[in-house]
């Protein structure tokens, strides 16, 4: 069964660079979801869209902004990195908002 | 806000053993869901429960949704080493309009005994 896609899985920037990350759900999910993990730490939510959009908004820094799209992959640009944001990024999806949410393999962030 | 307290923290297991872990939380919960994450990857959806008493199995994971809708176990019967991994406990947020997004517990860490 397909699963969700996120790309690219490891990026690397420096201080005060831009990042973005790609997220494409499973299909006919029509929800995105992207969460935070810290080394160590339970994921956090950032932010969701359904049928392309904004749905809900969690912890998400004002520098970091997403998008979903009419094909419905979404991608979150990250502004102004910053050491703390070194993390790892899933995008999760689901169909209707269903409680029932799919993670991706994850995007490894590291800010140098 | 909300909250999953997931215990317990960490424990080691020996291939044959039956496992056991538990989420409680201090607000109800209308879908409680079970997670099993490796390093440097997702999590990986095990099982989801959405009516309080429900027990629900899948091969060797048994989970049920406590009647008070605040608690909720996962076991794991006769472990084998590729049992390792991280376990979290999720629900949904259900206040303030949210739409669904997660919280995690923190995590039970199952390791094999040396």
């Known amino acids: 069964a397909a699963g969700v896609i996120q790309s690219p899985r490891h990026l690397i920037k420096e201080k005060r660079e831009t990042a973005t990350l790609k997220c494409y759900p499973i299909?006919?999910?029509?929800?995105v979801y992207w969460y935070q993990q810290g080394p160590g730490q339970d994921p956090q939510f950032l932010i969701s869209?359904?049928?392309?959009?904004?749905?809900d908004k969690g912890s998400i820094p004002d520098r970091f902004s997403a998008q979903q799209f009419s094909d419905y992959h979404s991608e979150l640009n990250m502004s102004s990195l910053e050491l703390g944001d070194s993390a790892l990024y899933f995008c999760?999806?689901?169909?209707?908002?269903?409680?029932?949410?799919?993670f991706g393999p994850g995007t490894r962030l590291t800010v140098l | 806000g909300q909250q999953l307290n997931q215990s317990p923290q960490s424990m080691f297991i020996q291939e044959g053993e039956d496992v056991s872990m538990n989420c409680t939380s201090s607000?109800?919960?209308?879908?409680w869901l079970w997670y099993k994450q490796d390093p440097g990857e997702g999590p990986v959806l095990l099982i989801a429960?959405?009516?309080?008493?429900e027990l629900t199995s899948n091969g060797r994971l048994t989970a049920q949704f406590g009647i008070t809708r605040k608690d909720s176990f996962l076991n794991i019967s006769a472990s084998i080493p590729s049992d390792v991994g991280i376990y979290f406990c999720?629900?949904?947020?259900?206040?303030?309009?949210?739409?669904?997004?997660?919280?995690f517990g923190k995590g039970t860490k199952l390791s094999v005994k040396p």
């Open positions: 869209f359904y049928e392309k959009m904004q749905s």
């Open positions: 607000s109800i919960f209308n879908t």
């Open positions: 299909p006919r999910h029509d929800t």
């Open positions: 999760a999806s689901s169909h209707k908002q269903r409680d029932e949410q799919f």
């Open positions: 999720a629900g949904p947020m259900n206040y303030g309009g949210s739409q669904g997004n997660l919280i």
């Open positions: 429960l959405y009516k309080a008493g």
